[in-house]
Antibody, heavy 119, light 106 residues
Framework: QVHLVESGGGVVQPGGSLRLSCAAS????????LHWVRQAPGSGLEWVTF????????YYADSVKGRFTVSRDDSKTTVYLQMTSLRSDDTAVYYC????????????WGQGTLVTVSP | EIIMTQSPATLSLSPGESATLSCTAS??????LAWYQQRPGQAPRLLIY???TRATGIPLRFSGSGSGTEFTLTITSLQSEDFAVYYC????????FGQGTKVEMK
């Protein structure tokens, strides 16, 4: 059974940094790519970033390019999202989502972690 | 960037009725389209992928169709647990969600 558990959310000031983690289990971690998707309060879903199964490539939404970095540690079956230069419009629930590769849909979602950017 | 447009924004229906949700892409996707359901306070869950394939455990009352730029999610005989927000996702080039359709109880 696939299990994705996000952590690291919280309140941060504008311009600050935060690192989210997603601990995965229930599947062969090194065979799958992973996404981060966010949802601002009362809003829809926005894809943020994807890292390929082998970490060879990362893809980012224009809204976070140059500020967010995705990485993975297969030995810990964990994916990370390092967020810097945070802005108020980064406030959202951040979901870790299991994919496969570029050109594939997402299947399993974590429960999300809330990031609030506020003075 | 591929733009995804869902309609209607809100659908007001009674249990037992059928729902038809639309999703239009700004460019051809082939069949690289998925549908997700999000109930209040929950994470989204996968319903349909490759435009018409039901995900594991999804009831037969959910069906998807379409290709190219026009896609449809149909829910026959709405159950109480089906009242939720539905999102389409294109994965032909990068990934983009539609803005969602809320299916609410009349």
């Amino acid at each position: 059974q696939v299990h994705l558990v996000e952590s690291g959310g919280g309140v941060v000031q504008p311009g600050g940094s935060l690192r989210l983690s997603c601990a995965a289990s229930g599947f062969t971690f090194s065979h799958y790519g992973l996404h981060w998707v966010r949802q601002a309060p009362g809003s829809g879903l926005e894809w943020v970033t994807f890292i390929r199964y082998d970490g060879s490539s990362q893809y980012y939404a224009d809204s976070v390019k140059g500020r967010f970095t995705v990485s993975r540690d297969d030995s810990k079956t964990t994916v990370y999202l390092q967020m810097t230069s945070l802005r108020s419009d980064d406030t959202a629930v951040y979901y870790c989502v299991k994919g496969k590769d570029y050109g594939d849909h997402f299947d399993h979602w974590g429960q999300g972690t809330l990031v609030t950017v506020s003075p | 960037e591929i733009i995804m447009t869902q309609s209607p924004a809100t659908l007001s229906l009674s249990p037992g009725e059928s729902a038809t949700l639309s999703c239009t892409a700004s460019q051809s996707l082939g069949t690289n389209l998925a549908w997700y359901q999000q109930r209040p306070g929950q994470a989204p869950r996968l319903l349909i992928y490759v435009a018409s394939t039901r995900a594991t455990g999804i009831p037969l009352r959910f069906s998807g169709s379409g290709s190219g730029t026009e896609f449809t999610l149909t829910i026959t005989s709405l159950q109480s647990e089906d009242f939720a927000v539905y999102y389409c996702l294109q994965y032909a080039r990068s990934w983009t969600f539609g803005q969602g359709t809320k299916v609410e109880m009349k």
